[in-house]
């Protein structure tokens, strides 16, 4: 029985983490699964804790999208499309706000949110997971950049940086920490040398069309309405940052980084040090929010999700875009067949045409230096996925599948890892690594429903999980409604009017 | 002042010189090569990585006095408001020093100023992230014998030892409620609720 609209349901008013009292202990009773027992809520981390789980986000959504769709939309429609990127990427950054509430407060992921109001939600997902994120697809266009530069085939790239990763994440003794160091810098120089290249090729006016842009509200010419360049268009906005399932992952490495009620629960170990792997708590808990001390501590961990979201998250893929947009702007004025081959939408076509443009301003280093940021982008993304993907279904195994906990967590992961690390190399070696072009449609439809579908839960999740003073507030949940009609309706209206799926 | 001063200055700054060297060594130098001899390409790198490098030691010199707000990203961005354009003039001018033999400006150099000083925001993003991956570690390193980095980490400690405390209660706790031996017996209805379901299966 949904027993949240009210405050925590009271026994012992000290009841901490087995204090033992003999009386009983205060619990949250949320949804259908086990009540969450109170804990004190950790203190928020100054501003010199700067960086944050968003760095995955980061990582995940800093892809092709960014180096590449929007670019490509920019030269096609002009500057002033790009006021669509702005909501896009407005709109991610609002739910991965609201994602981190539920994570912050519980320490439970989404999954398990979805789970506590209706399972077969959570079951969606985990299937969902699967269906879209086996593929070794997202592989190619980093080990392609990476064979321009050294001349190394790129499935040999894509193979042994599969079986790296996952003898990378075995030996970790904790796989956050090591992720976060290794993503940490590889972004770091990201930003740092793509605020460099666009300092060296761009231009004040590229910079200030690409910016005015940004702000053209209403902007859409009539070719974007044709069913070859609707369902790109639709497609680059709800793809914007992270998208199908990166949001919901997010909750994971939120509460592996100890973020909020995340700090009760333990982290997950590599294989290697599987047997130092602590017990995995059955559920997750809730702090008192009737104590004024702990709701203050709750708004310091606001404040600090808030912060992430905005500078970081939302500032890095602005960023990132900009400055890409501002390059594929330069190569074409450079090369005008670069805009041909952009238009015409034969990626690595286009790619290696914005290369050999700034290698020829720029020398032959600078094409390779960009190829190298491609590359980069590649591997921080497949680093993501592929550990982001194993923590989801780890997570939803180990708590919802019956007999799991023989295993540790840890062990799940490793499976999960290595399971779609094997499949990865077989796909690559002998079958369509995209996935069957049978089923392509399937797996975009997919993608995007799910996003649709995690505003819905968010929405359910937060308002009816939640003790009433850390719910939404109504504007919130108005954009996160938002988000589910547009992601949902853009998607139907797509297959509708052109019968196709968001591309 | 001092070799030994001196010394403990470089020792603070060395973490904000190497990640502007590394961002401008490696971005602007490599941009700069265009097939010349190596010895001007290591030139026209360092016209870009020195003076971003000094810069970015200049920055870690103010955090490790405590000057600006450590990990702060207003300062940091105020900083590289007027230093990175700063170094990209610098860059420009030596660049074409050498190139033609006499410096110039770039053309239209207030319409230059003005880019770099909005692309200067990206570079403080990524100039901060690497800045405060490096510059806790080098610091504590140095520590014994330097007590500015000594002072400046422990502020980084003293937060890390918080969380470390939070966690190791929080272990004492569970291992409290693994042990039985440790566990007195459970009272009231819900608590016998919760922890009969929060078991190990």
Same mark, same amino acid.
């Given at each position: 029985?949904? @027993?949240? +609209?009210?405050?925590?349901?009271?026994?012992?008013?000290?009841?901490?983490?087995?204090?033992?009292?003999?009386?009983?202990?205060?619990?949250?009773?949320? =949804?259908? &699964? @086990?009540?969450?027992?109170?804990?004190?809520?950790?203190?928020?981390?100054?501003?010199?804790?700067?960086?944050? *789980?968003?760095?995955?986000?980061?990582?995940?959504?800093?892809?092709?999208?960014?180096?590449?769709?929007?670019?490509?939309?920019?030269?096609?429609?002009?500057?002033?499309?790009?006021?669509?990127?702005?909501?896009?990427?407005?709109?991610?950054?609002?739910?991965?706000?609201?994602?981190?509430?539920?994570?912050?407060?519980?320490?439970?992921?989404?999954?398990?949110?979805?789970?506590?109001?209706?399972?077969?939600?959570?079951?969606?997902?985990?299937?969902?997971?699967?269906?879209?994120?086996?593929?070794?697809?997202?592989?190619?266009?980093?080990?392609?950049?990476?064979?321009?530069?050294?001349?190394?085939?790129?499935?040999?790239?894509?193979?042994?940086?599969?079986?790296?990763?996952?003898?990378?994440?075995?030996?970790?003794?904790?796989?956050?920490?090591?992720?976060?160091?290794?993503?940490?810098?590889?972004?770091?120089?990201?930003?740092?040398?793509?605020?460099?290249?666009?300092?060296?090729?761009?231009?004040?006016?590229?910079?200030?069309?690409?910016?005015?842009?940004?702000?053209?509200?209403?902007?859409? *010419?009539?070719?974007?309405?044709?069913?070859?360049?609707?369902?790109?268009?639709?497609?680059?906005?709800?793809?914007?940052?992270?998208?199908?399932?990166?949001?919901?992952?997010?909750?994971?490495?939120?509460?592996?980084?100890?973020?909020?009620?995340?700090?009760?629960?333990?982290?997950?170990?590599?294989?290697?040090?599987?047997?130092?792997?602590?017990?995995?708590?059955?559920?997750?808990?809730?702090?008192?929010?009737?104590?004024?001390?702990?709701?203050?501590?709750?708004? =310091?961990?606001?404040?600090?999700?808030?912060?992430?979201?905005?500078?970081?998250?939302?500032?890095?893929?602005?960023?990132?875009?900009?400055?890409?947009?501002?390059?594929?702007?330069?190569?074409?004025?450079?090369?005008?067949?670069?805009?041909?081959?952009?238009?015409?939408?034969?990626?690595?076509?286009?790619? +290696?045409?914005?290369?050999?443009?700034?290698?020829?301003?720029?020398?032959?280093?600078?094409?390779?230096?960009?190829? =190298?940021?491609?590359? &980069?982008? =590649?591997?921080?993304?497949? &680093?993501?996925?592929?550990?982001?993907?194993?923590?989801?279904?780890?997570?939803?195994?180990?708590?919802?599948?019956?007999?799991?906990?023989?295993?540790?967590? +840890?062990?799940?992961?490793?499976?999960?890892?290595?399971?779609?690390?094997?499949?990865?190399?077989?796909?690559?070696?002998?079958?369509?690594? @995209?996935?069957?072009?049978?089923?392509?449609?399937?797996?975009?439809?997919?993608?995007?429903?799910?996003?649709?579908?995690?505003?819905?839960?968010? &929405?359910?999740?937060?308002?009816?999980?939640?003790?009433?003073?850390?719910?939404?507030?109504?504007?919130?949940?108005?954009?996160?409604?938002?988000?589910?009609?547009?992601?949902?309706?853009?998607?139907?209206? +797509?297959?509708?009017?052109?019968?196709?799926?968001?591309? | 002042?001092?070799?030994?001063?001196?010394?403990?200055?470089?020792?603070?700054?060395?973490?904000?010189?190497?990640?502007?060297?590394?961002?401008?060594?490696?971005?602007?130098?490599?941009?700069?090569?265009?097939?010349?001899?190596?010895?001007?390409?290591?030139?026209?790198?360092?016209?870009?990585?020195?003076?971003?490098?000094?810069?970015?030691?200049? #920055?870690?010199?103010?955090?490790?006095?405590?000057?600006?707000?450590?990990?702060?990203?207003?300062?940091?961005?105020?900083?590289?408001?007027?230093?990175?354009?700063?170094?990209?003039?610098?860059?420009?001018?030596?660049?074409?020093?050498?190139?033609?033999?006499?410096?110039?400006?770039?053309?239209?150099?207030?319409?230059?100023?003005?880019?770099?000083?909005?692309?200067?925001?990206?570079?403080?993003?990524?100039?901060?992230?690497?800045?405060?991956?490096?510059?806790?570690?080098?610091?504590?390193?140095?520590?014994?014998?330097?007590?500015?980095?000594?002072?400046? #980490?422990?502020? #980084?400690?003293?937060?890390?030892?918080?969380?470390?405390?939070?966690?190791?209660?929080?272990?004492?706790?569970?291992?409290?409620?693994?042990?039985?031996?440790?566990?007195?017996?459970?009272?009231?209805?819900?608590?016998?609720?919760?922890?009969?379901?929060?078991?190990?299966?």
């Amino acid at each position: 029985m949904v @027993d949240s +609209s009210k405050v925590p349901v009271s026994g012992s008013p000290g009841g901490d983490a087995g204090a033992g009292t003999g009386e009983s202990e205060r619990v949250w009773r949320a =949804g259908r &699964l @086990d009540p969450m027992p109170i804990r004190k809520l950790p203190e928020a981390p100054p501003a010199i804790h700067l960086l944050g *789980p968003t760095v995955f986000l980061v990582a995940l959504g800093v892809g092709m999208g960014e180096s590449y769709m929007w670019p490509r939309l920019v030269l096609v429609f002009g500057p002033e499309i790009r006021w669509l990127f702005l909501i896009g990427v407005t709109l991610q950054a609002m739910v991965m706000l609201e994602m981190a509430r539920y994570a912050m407060a519980t320490g439970e992921s989404i999954f398990a949110g979805a789970a506590r109001v209706f399972k077969p939600m959570m079951w969606f997902f985990f299937i969902v997971a699967i269906l879209v994120y086996i593929w070794p697809g997202h592989l190619s266009a980093g080990a392609a950049a990476f064979e321009e530069i050294t001349g190394i085939p790129w499935l040999v790239t894509a193979c042994v940086g599969l079986v790296l990763v996952g003898v990378v994440f075995s030996l970790a003794r904790v796989i956050y920490d090591l992720l976060e160091n290794v993503l940490s810098v590889l972004i770091g120089v990201l930003v740092v040398g793509t605020a460099i290249i666009a300092s060296l090729v761009g231009s004040w006016s590229d910079l200030t069309s690409t910016l005015t842009g940004m702000f053209a509200f209403g902007y859409f *010419p009539s070719e974007a309405l044709s069913s070859t360049w609707f369902p790109i268009v639709v497609g680059s906005i709800a793809f914007a940052g992270p998208s199908g399932m990166q949001q919901m992952w997010y909750t994971l490495h939120l509460r592996d980084s100890g973020a909020g009620m995340g700090a009760h629960v333990p982290k997950i170990r590599g294989l290697r040090h599987a047997g130092e792997q602590e017990e995995m708590p059955a559920r997750g808990f809730m702090f008192d929010t009737d104590d004024a001390d702990e709701m203050k501590k709750w708004k =310091g961990w606001r404040r600090w999700v808030t912060f992430d979201a905005l500078l970081l998250f939302w500032g890095i893929t602005m960023l990132v875009t900009i400055s890409f947009t501002v390059l594929a702007q330069a190569a074409a004025r450079e090369n005008p067949n670069v805009k041909t081959l952009i238009e015409g939408g034969d990626r690595d076509a286009a790619l +290696s045409a914005m290369s050999d443009s700034f290698a020829a301003v720029g020398g032959p280093v600078l094409g390779g230096l960009f190829f =190298g940021f491609i590359a &980069l982008i =590649g591997l921080n993304a497949t &680093l993501g996925l592929f550990d982001s993907f194993s923590r989801g279904q780890a997570d939803m195994t180990y708590f919802f599948v019956k007999g799991a906990r023989r295993f540790k967590m +840890s062990h799940l992961y490793a499976g999960f890892l290595w399971g779609v690390i094997v499949f990865g190399i077989l796909i690559l070696l002998f079958g369509p690594a @995209d996935g069957p072009a049978g089923v392509l449609d399937i797996l975009a439809f997919l993608s995007t429903f799910a996003m649709g579908a995690y505003c819905v839960v968010l &929405l359910l999740v937060n308002n009816r999980m939640l003790p009433k003073p850390i719910r939404p507030k109504w504007w919130q949940n108005a954009i996160i409604g938002f988000g589910a009609v547009f992601y949902l309706g853009m998607l139907f209206y +797509s297959l509708a009017r052109f019968g196709v799926v968001v591309s | 002042m001092d070799t030994t001063r001196l010394l403990r200055l470089g020792e603070l700054a060395l973490p904000g010189f190497v990640v502007g060297l590394i961002a401008g060594a490696v971005a602007g130098g490599l941009a700069g090569l265009v097939g010349q001899p190596t010895g001007w390409a290591l030139v026209s790198m360092l016209t870009l990585g020195l003076p971003l490098a000094l810069l970015g030691g200049g #920055y870690g010199l103010l955090a490790a006095h405590r000057k600006v707000r450590i990990g702060g990203f207003a300062p940091a961005a105020l900083f590289w408001l007027v230093g990175f354009p700063l170094a990209r003039v610098l860059h420009e001018v030596l660049s074409r020093l050498i190139l033609v033999g006499e410096p110039g400006l770039p053309p239209d150099p207030l319409g230059f100023l003005a880019y770099q000083g909005l692309v200067s925001a990206g570079f403080a993003i990524g100039f901060l992230w690497l800045h405060e991956r490096l510059a806790p570690r080098w610091w504590r390193r140095v520590a014994p014998r330097n007590p500015v980095a000594a002072d400046v #980490y422990s502020a #980084y400690a003293a937060h890390a030892k918080r969380v470390f405390e939070q966690r190791e209660a929080r272990r004492r706790a569970r291992r409290q409620q693994r042990d039985p031996a440790a566990r007195p017996a459970p009272g009231g209805k819900a608590k016998a609720k919760a922890k009969a379901k929060a078991a190990p299966r």
